[in-house]
Each structure stands twice: as structure tokens, then as C-alpha cells.
């Protein structure tokens, strides 16, 4: 079971308590429904799906409830940062590899 | 009187502690302390098995967790029963009774054998090659045949009464081992202060010191040495000690699973035991300490009883006091199979002859052996085992080939050298490296906070080991923040030390043969297998593994995947790292489903959610239905009443009278705030922001993909509060997608989101009668249809408590829905009865209630609805908002598929013959005559008996549906094709008058 870090609570709380929700920094467009074929396509569909680095949006269901970012590598599973919702993908990670 | 094979002198166990036992039917007596196999050879009994393909006989390997052959059942009663144990891994126990396995009508004459005779037949890949024609064969023929004659054991009649227990915990150094480099790394983390927990497999801690007989520890014997450590260590507050506690695997972030047996070494364990307690443990720091574990020798006949690993022997005389045989021999590739055999002598068991691979070694186990006289042939190999149910004899020859010689044993103690137990790294997802010297893979790259010490780290010699070991405990314990020790280090007086040995096939079993040289025992695998598997185009050893599954069975290759991967490496001519080793997985030993679920079944698998109102409907002789977690009144027989009489009869009185029904699982959520009208215009298909405080409205929730997500209604209280309700099942995602949006996509919005699905209790009354029943307990709100209309809500008392008092219906009549805090649900709930009763109003249950809603063609999402149907589908497009810019969905809405003709569109459908009620699922086409397979148009959503129409009702997806009006579809099912007539969703009150009726 990993462990992450609630960026809100703090402090890193056992995977039990968190529910994944997805690839993060996809906005929805404040004119959805004036959006093409294609980018709505893009939007709702597509998924980078990498193997190695991931942005994620993770929630704290069973402790603050909140929504965060966190990056996480997919090959290892480990996270390298989380990060509040709203706030930009971050330029630099922390100790990742390469 | 002591058994035949138990040597007065040797051993650790109390010979007054004796133990009685059975194995298949037949008496035996043992030792406290013996496990089953030691039991069993003491008596001398080698046949324990048969093999799981060629129904071989087999005896004892190991006397360990590896072994691959020793599969007992064991019996404590109907519902106890264990197939596949380990017999030398199961501790004695006075009444132990055990069964041997595979094997029919009995042990030593099996009829399976002929398996063995045939067994050019059963070649590697003889499964993929034999049984791929004809197609249909494999479900019906092959598989189950083939299942029938490979199980081993037999399963219990009865569900497990034993219980299991569970524990989480963290530590900061967590010693995975008790071997003498495990102890030695526990004694120097616990020296520090920090939170220690060392676990080890065995019941008694010392790991190879129990039968190292050369190692002296700080001037003790190395086992005493052990006991004692063990000692201290448990009488530290800061240290766990935990014995027969197996780490079976190895996850992220140092969590590492681990498995006690409590009670199975106990004759009556007593209810208060659990069976097994599973460990689930966070370590700042891990030290692998798992020891390593001897190979056999592969060459002709080495499955044959009699024949196991040197250390195997050696355990067995000096721990437990048992001689394997009394004239054995020994097969060797090192020198470690030398000490075995100058313990046995010195026992007094004659050794026939050493026989060592090697052409000239020399050291000083080799001096003693011979000093003792016994023969030793350098050089040589042994070709084959003779002997069927017992081993005989071992034939011995040359290396390169020559005059064979034939030397009569009872036992072969063979040694091909060491594999170090990475299988725990390897888990932690460290990366194995091959060491081209040692000839053996060693932890190499870490991949989390670990360190493995000992022999499973390649470390050879007691001195090394120790000086590693609590150097690596003092190291760990100081990195999660430990002080500095004030202990000191063990000091080893006299060690062993070995290491090398040979990889792969020995002497007549080479490229060539076709002798049965086992690699793995429990899948019998031979060397000639893997051969075969590499010239039919297996080159990676992941595949040769596959095809042959040779390290597939139950021990995981802890024996054979060396040797399997040597053969295949010299058959490709490549070296061994290129071949590569394959993945370790969990569990490193079987784990029983019992310890994974622990207390999880039963009445606690899952949570049981009752409403306020259950006591009252169990009173009532309710019968129930589970929906999702909740208990739910399905329906309320009366005596002599079964279900079809009881709905019939909810159904007519609520529509003639009135009913009663608990809505209270339905999922509420509180929508407040300034902006909370701004948040349902996205959230809803619906527009808000004109619909008045005290009025409802029913409204439709999408994805953003325009598919129908839940629905429900929803009253506004005042300008900045909604009372949102939801379907019983959806109310925790729609709250999880309402704070998705509300926190990540709209978090401008100042919207509090509340759950209040357990606060309120709803009672919903329905029926022509309902005002008459409520309006006598109301207080504080105008009941007329003038000041409280359809659909809308009201805040008041109810028998003098709060009350969300809201009229409308899910049943096409007049209806009020009642909601109370779930405080009060019980006794406002007979405050209501007792006046329901003055009217004839009936209680219904959540049946009466979908076949009420069904005539009214009220869908329910997720039973008319699948998340493939739109709005428009479902004929709800009056529900959204035309002049809305913005919900969530409303891009998707506009897909080209969603709004492309021949969708399937929800209607009614009538059976020509009215008695005639469809099956729910039943799939619909518009011509019965075509050929098979038939083109499918929709299926059947909503089905039931409805009294009220004197006849079938159904709801049904058809493709163009409301374009077929009048048409004639036919459900095909298995006792014939049902006619069907397509008709509009409304079958009781078209005009809704009923409504205000």
C-alpha cells in the first residue's frame, strides 16, 4: 500500500484514504459548448497514459476530501510531488530520475 | 519405545514428549517439537506423495519451506481440512492426522503411475500441442479430464470455522529472518532504542545454526548462541519477536506482508486462537536477512524417497535426533554436503561413499571426512538412484564416462551449492545482479529503503555475516533516527563457510539424454524438458518457464529455477545474466485465503446500512432486499400471502387508498451558498435560477459526455439552499462529481456541499388518501392544493419535530414525501401508520414501488437507463434547459452519435398475450424468422405483473423507438418467440390527473 502526501493535510496518509481521479491539468473550456469536434475530443477522450512520469488528480475521500495534483512515476509507482489543485504543473520535480 | 530412526543423543527434543500421529490410516509416534517429516523419518517413512504429472513417488527434499515434494493433507475435521501442507513445515501436534495426496487406490500402488510409463506423451508444451482440436473439446472434454486427474487434495465440505486475524503496525527496522545474521541485526537496532520487529518462518529462531554443528558464537553453541539472543531480544520493550510469522510479500514503500501461524503446531487450538494472524507492517528501514537455500543435484532418478538435500539430513539429525537411513550416500558439487556427512558418521550411520564432482578440492571438511574413513571419489557423478518407492542404490561413474559402479544406500544427501533467497528483494523491486565468480545472482541495484545481509546477500562465512549483519541493523536503526548502541557485536568463535557448487544438469542427464533428472519436482520438470523447450523456439526463459513450467508450482522454483536457467543458458550457448532470471512475485509461500480476508466475511464482508424505519418493517414481517449496502423492505406479505399476492395487493391499495413506503436510503445532498442556484445550472440539464424557494423540481444529471448520470428531485428552501435528492445507489459519486467540479473546474463558486442522506429520514405517503394521513400531524404549513402544489416543499412540524415536507410523487398519485430527522423516522413512521390504519393504507415495499413508477413510466437510472442514454433517449429532453450556455454535458450532447437517428429511445411494450410478463435483459428483434445470429434492436429495461392494468407491463430500449409506435416486435427466448406490441411509456393515467386526485 503506498503512502501520499495530502498536500491540504499535510502529511502522508496510507492509500486506503485516497481515491485516484484521473490525469490532472486537462481545463475544461469556459465555452464548452461552443468547442470543436477536435478539441472536444481532446478534452474528454485522450489520455496520455505514459509510462514513467504522470500529472494525476487524486482525492483525500476518507480524510479531508479534498482534490490535489500529484506526480507520480508510473513505472515505480513512487510520487515525486503533490501538489494543491489549481496550482501550475511544476517547471522543476524534486529528485526525479533524469 | 522409541521410533527405529530417532538416535539416542542427537537432537534438541525432549524424547518424553511423545506425540502421537497418523499418516494415511496408520499410527505413529513422534516428538513434541517434530514437524510431520521428521515425525514421519524418524519411523522411518520416506514415500510421502505422489508427483503432480507422472504420479512419481516422492519423499522428503528439504526440511524447510522449499519443499516441493512433501504435500500432505491434513485432517482435523470435516471443515478442516489442508491440502498441499508442507509436511516438513507442519509442527507434530499429539492426534495430528495427515493424508498422503494424488494418489489412488493408495500411496504405493497408484494407477496414475501409468502417467509415468507414458510419459513421452506428457513432454513439455504436451498441453498446448495435444488439446487445441477440435475447439469445443477443451471446455468440454480435455479440461475438465485433465482436472479431474492432476488435483491435489481434496477441498473441505464445510465453510472454515477457524477465524483470522489481522494487524497493522510500524516499526522503524523491520528484520526479515531469524538466522544468525537476522539476530545479529536485531540485537544492533534494538541497542539503539528504536522500534525493532524480527520475524523468522520457523517455530524456533537460528535459521542454519539448527543444524550447523561447526558454529560457536561468543563461546556457545551457534543454535544456544541463537536461543539465547532470542531471549533478550523479547525482554526489550522496543522489540517485537515474532516465530512461525512467514514475510510472504514485499510492496511499495517498505509495507511488507507477513503471515503468523498461530494455532496449526496446537492439537486443540481453542476458539479463542485465531488460525493465523496477518501482519501488515510499515518499516522506515528493512533488513533482509532470508538465508539461502541448497540445490539438488539433477541426474537420473533424483526424485526418487530417500534421496533430499545434505542440510536436509543434516537438519534432521541435529535438530531433531532423526537419522535419514542408515547407509547413505552423498552426491556433492561442494563442500557443505562433507559436513552432513561427517555428522551422520559421527552418529553412527554408516556413509556408503562421498562422491564429489570436483576433480581434486581440498579443505578441511574434506580431511575430517576422510580421517573419519569414509570413501570419497573425486571426479565422479552419480548417473542414476535405484529404487522405486525407496531409494536403493546410487550408480555411480566417472565424470567424462566409464566403468559404472553401483553402490547399494538407503538415503542420497546431495549438494549442488547455494541459492541465495532474493526472492523478498527481488519483490521490493530491486534489481538482481549475476555474480560471473560465485556463479549465483546477488542483490544489486536497490529500489527501496533495504538492505539484505547474510547469505541471501552472497555473504559466505559466519564471521562475514555476523560483522555485516549488525553492522547493517546499527546502520538502519540510525538512519530512522536511533541513537548510537551500547551493545556488542556478536563474536564468532567457529563458523562453516561455503559457497560455489555447479548450475544445471550433472553427468548423464546432459544434452542428449532422455533420463528423468528432475529440475523441478513439484511440476516435474526434467532437464530434457527445458531442453525441449529451447529447440522448439523458447529463447527467453520467461517463455521456457511458461512451456515447461518449470518454477510455476506452489515453491516457486526455490530449488529449480538455477538449474532450469543453467540448462537453457548452455542449450542457447549464451551466458546466464542474458538469459535472465525470472520475476519473484508474492506470495514467497501459499497464504491462505482465510488469513487475506481475516474477519471480512460473513455479516462483516461489507457494512449493512438500516434505515430508521427497519425494526418496524422486520416487525412487520418485511422480507428485504439488499441495494447496495442498505437493507431495504422489498415487500410486506400478509399470512398466506407470497410475493406476487403482496405487491398485487400494495400495488392496488396504494393507487385505491394510500401506502406508506421508507424513501429514506435515497441519497440527499444540501446544496448551499450564494452561488448555489450558479452551481445547479452546471451541474443539472435543468435551469434554477427562476425556480422559487418552497417549490421542486425533477432534475437530470449527465456526464460531461451527455450520458444520463443520476436524477432526482430537488427543492429549493430558500434562495441560497437546494435539497438535492439522488438515487439510493448513486448518492456517493453524484457528491463525489459535485465536489469535483465545485473544488478543481468551478472553484470561483461559493457553494457548500453537505451530505444529509443519514440525517433525514424520508417516509413517503402516496395515494388518494395521503393529505388525509399526514395533514393531522402537521403543524406550521398550509396543506391545500393552493398553498402546497404538486412539487413543492414546505418547512414545518411533524408530531412536533422538524420536517422537509415535500409534495411529489413517484407513483402517479397524489403524494407527499415526509422527511424527518432519521432521530424521530421510527416513531413519525407510526405516528403515520396508526393514521394510514384509520384509512386501509397499506405499507409497501421497494417491489410495489417499481411497478408503481413503472406505470407511470418513471425511469430509474441505471435500470432503464445503462450510461450509453442520453436525455432525449429517455424522453426527458423537456428537461433541459434550451436557453443554457453552459451544464456539464452539454458539449457532449451534441456528439455526432448522440444525435444521429436509430438511437435506441426508451418505450413501452405490451405482450399480445396480456398474462404473458417479459424477462428483464431480454433482447428484442423485429423479425423472428431471420437466420442466427439475429439482429438485436433493443432489450427489455423494466418488466413486472401490474395489478392495477390487469395485465403485463414493460419499459424496453428500442432502436427508433418512438418512431415504431404501434409496431409488432418479438423477444425470442428459450421456450419461444414472444409477441410484442410497441406502445408509449404511460400505462395508468396519461393526463396525470391523478396527481391532485
Not at chain 2, 123 to 132: D, E, V
Not at chain 2, 440 to 456: K, L, M
Request: some cysteine.
Amino acid at each position: 500500500m503506498l503512502l501520499i502526501r495530502c498536500p491540504y493535510c499535510e502529511e502522508e496518509r496510507p492509500e486506503l484514504e485516497f481515491r485516484n481521479a484521473g490525469e490532472a491539468h486537462i481545463a475544461r473550456s469556459t465555452n464548452i459548448a461552443g468547442e470543436s469536434d477536435d478539441d472536444f475530443e481532446k478534452f474528454f477522450f485522450i489520455r496520455a497514459n505514459p509510462k514513467g512520469v504522470i500529472y494525476e488528480r487524486w482525492r483525500h475521500i476518507h480524510g479531508c476530501a479534498r482534490f490535489f495534483n500529484a506526480v507520480r512515476d508510473t513505472v515505480t509507482d513512487k510520487f515525486i510531488m503533490t501538489y494543491k489543485a489549481g496550482e501550475p504543473k511544476p517547471a522543476k520535480l524534486p529528485g526525479a530520475a533524469k | 519405545m522409541s521410533a527405529a530412526f530417532r538416535i539416542s543423543g542427537a537432537g534438541r527434543l525432549s524424547q518424553a514428549k511423545t506425540a502421537s500421529f497418523s499418516f494415511d490410516d496408520k499410527s505413529y509416534s513422534g516428538i513434541e517439537g517434530d514437524t510431520l517429516a521428521s515425525a514421519l523419518l524418524a519411523n522411518g517413512v520416506h514415500l510421502v506423495g505422489r508427483s503432480f504429472k507422472y504420479h512419481r513417488p516422492r519423499g522428503f527434499l528439504s526440511a524447510g519451506a522449499e519443499e516441493p515434494n512433501a504435500l500432505v493433507q491434513v485432517v482435523r475435521d470435516d471443515a478442516r481440512k489442508t491440502p498441499n501442507v508442507r509436511a516438513t513445515v507442519q509442527e507434530l501436534y499429539d492426534g495430528l492426522t495427515a493424508n498422503s495426496q494424488n494418489r489412488w487406490p493408495s500411496l504405493a500402488f497408484d494407477v496414475g503411475a501409468v502417467n509415468d510409463i507414458a510419459s513421452p506423451l506428457f513432454s513439455a508444451g504436451f498441453y498446448y500441442k495435444t488439446f487445441m482440436w477440435p475447439k469445443w473439446a477443451w471446455k468440454d472434454l480435455y479440461e475438465p479430464k485433465i482436472r479431474a486427474a492432476a488435483g491435489l487434495g481434496v477441498s473441505p465440505e464445510k465453510p472454515d470455522p477457524d477465524h483470522y486475524a489481522s494487524r497493522y503496525t510500524h516499526c522503524e527496522v523491520l528484520v526479515l529472518g531469524g538466522g544468525a545474521a537476522g539476530i545479529a541485526a536485531a540485537l544492533a537496532a534494538a541497542e539503539t532504542g528504536v522500534r525493532v520487529i524480527l520475524a523468522d518462518e520457523q517455530a524456533e529462531f537460528g535459521g542454519s545454526l539448527r543444524f550447523e554443528s561447526g558454529a560457536k558464537i561468543d563461546g556457545q553453541d551457534g543454535y544456544a548462541w541463537a536461543q539465547g539472543a532470542i531471549a533478550r531480544l523479547k525482554a526489550m520493550d522496543n522489540v517485537r519477536v515474532l516465530s512461525r510469522t512467514t514475510a510472504f510479500g514485499y510492496y511499495a514503500q517498505n509495507f511488507v506482508g507477513l503471515v503468523e501461524r498461530v494455532s496449526d503446531h496446537l492439537r486443540s487450538p481453542g476458539r479463542e486462537l485465531a488460525r493465523e494472524r496477518l501482519w501488515q507492517i510499515r518499516a522506515n528501514r528493512v533488513v533482509i536477512a532470508t538465508g539461502a537455500i541448497e540445490r539438488h543435484m539433477v541426474f537420473a532418478n533424483n526424485d526418487r524417497p530417500g534421496v533430499m538435500l545434505a542440510s536436509a539430513a543434516r537438519t534432521y539429525l541435529n535438530h531433531y535426533g532423526v537419522a535419514v537411513g542408515r547407509n547413505v550416500g552423498v552426491y556433492t558439487a561442494n563442500d557443505s554436503a562433507y559436513a552432513a556427512a561427517i555428522d551422520l558418521k559421527k552418529a553412527g550411520v554408516n556413509v556408503a561413499a562421498i562422491v564429489d564432482l570436483r576433480d581434486n578440492p581440498s579443505g578441511p571438511v574434506i580431511d575430517e571426512a576422510r580421517a573419519l574413513g569414509i570413501e570419497i571419489n573425486f571426479g565422479r557423478a552419480v548417473v542414476s538412484a535405484g529404487g522405486k518407492l525407496r531409494v536403493s542404490s546410487m550408480t555411480v561413474q566417472p565424470k567424462n564416462g566409464g566403468g559404472e559402479r553401483t553402490i547399494p544406500v538407503d538415503a542420497i544427501l546431495m549438494s549442488a551449492g547455494w541459492t541465495p533467497s532474493v526472492h523478498l528483494f527481488s519483490q521490493s523491486r530491486g534489481k538482481v545482479a549475476f555474480n560471473d565468480e560465485t556463479r549465483r545472482f546477488v542483490p544489486g541495484t536497490y529500489a527501496q529503503d533495504c538492505v539484505s545481509v547474510g547469505a541471501c546477500n552472497g555473504t559466505d562465512g559466519l564471521d562475514a555475516t555476523i560483522d555485516e549483519a549488525y553492522a547493517a541493523g546499527a546502520k538502519a536503526a540510525k538512519e530512522a533516527g536511533g541513537k548510537v548502541g551500547k551493545g556488542a557485536k556478536p563474536k564468532v568463535d567457529a563458523g562453516e563457510s561455503w559457497s560455489r557448487g555447479m548450475l544445471g544438469a550433472g553427468p548423464g542427464a546432459g544434452p542428449g539424454t532422455t533420463v528423468k533428472a528432475f529440475v523441478d519436482f513439484q511440476n516435474d520438470v526434467t532437464a530434457k524438458d527445458i531442453r525441449q523447450a529451447v529447440h522448439e523456439g523458447m529463447h527467453s526463459i520467461e517463455h521456457v518457464k511458461r512451456f515447461t513450467t518449470n518454477g510455476m508450482a506452489t515453491d516457486q522454483g526455490k530449488t529449480s529455477n538455477m538449474h532450469g536457467l543453467a540448462i537453457a543458458a548452455e542449450e542457447l550457448g549464451k551466458p546466464i545474466p542474458q538469459v535472465g532470471l525470472t520475476t519473484f512475485r508474492a506470495p514467497y509461500t501459499p497464504v491462505t485465503f482465510g488469513s487475506i480476508v481475516g474477519h471480512a466475511r460473513g455479516a462483516l464482508f461489507d457494512p449493512t446500512r438500516r434505515t430508521a424505519t427497519h425494526g418496524w418493517a422486520a416487525s412487520q414481517g418485511a422480507v428485504f432486499e439488499d441495494v447496495g449496502h442498505w437493507k431495504r423492505a422489498w415487500y410486506f406479505p400478509k399470512a398466506g400471502e407470497d410475493m406476487h399476492k403482496a405487491v398485487d395487493r400494495e400495488c392496488v391499495t396504494v393507487r385505491k387508498v394510500g401506502g406508506l413506503f421508507d424513501a429514506s436510503t435515497l441519497g440527499k445532498i444540501e446544496v448551499v451558498g450564494p452561488d448555489a442556484a450558479k452551481f445547479m445550472e452546471l451541474l443539472y440539464t435543468n435551469p434554477w435560477e427562476k425556480l422559487e424557494a418552497g417549490r421542486c423540481r425533477y432534475g437530470i444529471m449527465l456526464r460531461e459526455d451527455g450520458f444520463i448520470y443520476d436524477d432526482g428531485v430537488v427543492g429549493r428552501l430558500a434562495p441560497d439552499r437546494f435539497h438535492v435528492t439522488t438515487t439510493t445507489g448513486g448518492a456517493p459519486r453524484v457528491m463525489n462529481h459535485m465536489e469535483d467540479y465545485l473544488q478543481t473546474e468551478f472553484p470561483h463558486l461559493n457553494v457548500w456541499l453537505t451530505s444529509i442522506t443519514e440525517q433525514w429520514a424520508v417516509i413517503a405517503v402516496q395515494g388518494p388518501k395521503s393529505r388525509d394521513i399526514i395533514a393531522p400531524l402537521v403543524e406550521g404549513i398550509d396543506m391545500s392544493d393552493e398553498g402546497m402544489p404538486h412539487m413543492s416543499v414546505r418547512e414545518g412540524r411533524i408530531c412536533g419535530v422538524p420536517t422537509r415536507l415535500f409534495r411529489m410523487s413517484f407513483t402517479g398519485e397524489r403524494g407527499f414525501e415526509v422527511n424527518v430527522p432519521a432521530d424521530y423516522g421510527e416513531a413519525v413512521w407510526e405516528a403515520l401508520w396508526a393514521e394510514g390504519q384509520k384509512h386501509g393504507a397499506t405499507a409497501y415495499g421497494t417491489e410495489a414501488m417499481h411497478v408503481l413508477r413503472a406505470e407511470k413510466g418513471y425511469i430509474i437510472v441505471g435500470q432503464d437507463t445503462d450510461g450509453t442514454v442520453t436525455p432525449n433517449d429517455a424522453g426527458l429532453d423537456w428537461a433541459v434547459g434550451k436557453k443554457k450556455t453552459d451544464f456539464v454535458g452539454i458539449r457532449g450532447l451534441t456528439r455526432s452519435d448522440l444525435v444521429a437517428k436509430g438511437r435506441k429511445q426508451l418505450v413501452g411494450l405490451k405482450t399480445k398475450d396480456p398474462k404473458v410478463v417479459l424477462e428483464e435483459g431480454a433482447q428484442i428483434v423485429a423479425d423472428p424468422k431471420q437466420p442466427i445470429p439475429m439482429k438485436m434492436i433493443g432489450h427489455v429495461t423494466s418488466s413486472y405483473w401490474s395489478e392495477n392494468c390487469g395485465r403485463s407491463i414493460a419499459l424496453a430500449l428500442v432502436a427508433g423507438g418512438r418512431n415504431r409506435m404501434g409496431e409488432t416486435l418479438y423477444v425470442p427466448m428459450p421456450n419461444g418467440t414472444i409477441e410484442v406490441e410497441v406502445i408509449g411509456m404511460v400505462f395508468v393515467d396519461e393526463k396525470g390527473e391523478r396527481l391532485n386526485g
